[in-house]
């Protein structure tokens, strides 16, 4: 059973930092590109951050400089730093793992999200 928990948000001031987790479960996390979403009121969804199976990393313009992506394979985990926050950072933050398979088959799967919200 494929799992994707998301945790660590909560509320920050502006400027303030919150490190996000996403611990999963249920397939080959390291074969796997991890991705952060976010999603506010009213808005669509917006990627945020990308690490791959090998370790690049992809950033927004909102949030380049100021978030870090990172993965530890060893506790199928991965995680978002999230520096110097705006009040624009607020949204929920969803996890994604996404992978080709066989013939490109596609494989996606997503966390419930945790709601990040930056206010003074």
Do not use: H
């Not at 530890?72 to 991965?78: E, L, Q």
């Not at 607020?90 to 799967?109: I, P, Q």
């Amino acid at each position: 059973q494929v799992q994707l928990v998301e945790s660590g948000g909560g509320l920050a001031q502006p400027g303030g930092s919150l490190r996000l987790s996403c611990a999963a479960s249920g397939f080959t996390f390291s074969s796997y590109t991890m991705n952060w979403y976010r999603q506010a009121p009213g808005k669509e969804r917006e990627l945020v951050a990308v690490i791959t199976s090998g370790g690049s990393t992809y950033y927004a313009d909102s949030v380049k400089g100021r978030f870090t992506i990172s993965r530890d394979s060893a506790k199928n985990t991965v995680y978002l730093q999230m520096n110097s926050l705006k009040l624009e950072d607020t949204a929920v933050y969803l996890c994604n793992a996404d992978a080709r398979g066989v013939g490109g088959k596609r494989y996606s799967y997503w966390g419930q999200g945790t709601q990040v919200t930056v206010s003074s």
